[in-house]
């Protein structure tokens, strides 16, 4: 309890005292500077002390648990960034494997989880968890795309020869032939990696904030 030269300090003046060492902490000033100035206003000093030490605990733990507008942007940088890497190895094995594996999206959902969890500074979110389980979905639905599309051209050169399979393009009638199919492109183990990655990416991410 924070006295003053009466004694005991009522509860509105105590809260006075709070208002005025958090406005000392935002603009900057250090602990040992607001406790001599709440000495100069009449508080004992062992108070003064004690008064600004439970205000700097409570305003650090507000802010490891607060998150602002930088840790989502930085969150989705690392979603983004981590989606793009596992996306790039998938297809570096696919074009030397010249196989599909579907293992890697495990890689996908651990990446992005890591990743959002990684740049957003540990911060625990709804949208940033939400994002990390996304990233690793849409990271893993355009790898399938250019599975699709690295499938479709060695087919073409196949059958029609290396001149036509050039005019097969990733986008264009590529993309409307791939939606066009897509009952036969997805199969049952296309859904399952889908739901591992996604439940990968929330697991990484919830184990890395809780940390």
């Known amino acids: 309890m924070v006295t003053g030269p009466g004694g005991m300090a009522s509860s509105h003046h105590m ?8 406005e000392r902490f935002q603009e900057g000033e250090d602990k040992f500077s607001i406790a001599r100035s709440l ?11 004690e008064l600004v030490e439970q ?16 840790n989502y942007v930085l969150g989705f ?14 297809i570096v094995v696919l074009i030397f494997a010249d196989y599909e594996v579907g293992l890697l999206a495990l890689a996908m959902g651990f990446a992005t989880g890591f990743g ?17 389980v996304l990233s690793s979905v849409l990271s893993l ?47 049952f183990y296309d859904i399952l990696w889908v739901i591992l990655a996604a439940i990968t990416a929330h ?9």
């Open 15 to 22: 809260a006075e005292l709070r208002e005025y060492v958090i």
């Open 39 to 49: 000495q100069t206003r009449g508080v004992a000093r062992p108070m003064a002390r």
């Open 55 to 70: 205000v700097e605990m409570e305003l650090n733990a507000t802010a490891a648990t607060e998150v602002t507008p930088a």
């Open 77 to 90: 940088v690392g979603g983004l960034l981590g989606a793009i890497v596992s996306g790039v190895v998938w």
């Open 116 to 132: 959002v969890a990684l740049f957003s500074g540990g911060k625990q979110s709804v949208l940033l968890n939400a994002w990390a």
């Open 141 to 187: 639905a355009a790898c399938k795309y250019y599975t699709f599309y690295f499938f479709l051209k060695q087919i073409v050169a196949e059958e029609h020869g290396q001149e036509v399979a050039g005019h097969v393009t990733l986008f264009g009638k590529t993309l409307n032939a791939f939606f066009s199919n897509a009952t036969a492109v997805f199969s």
């Open 203 to 211: 697991r990484t991410y919830t184990a890395r904030v809780g940390d």
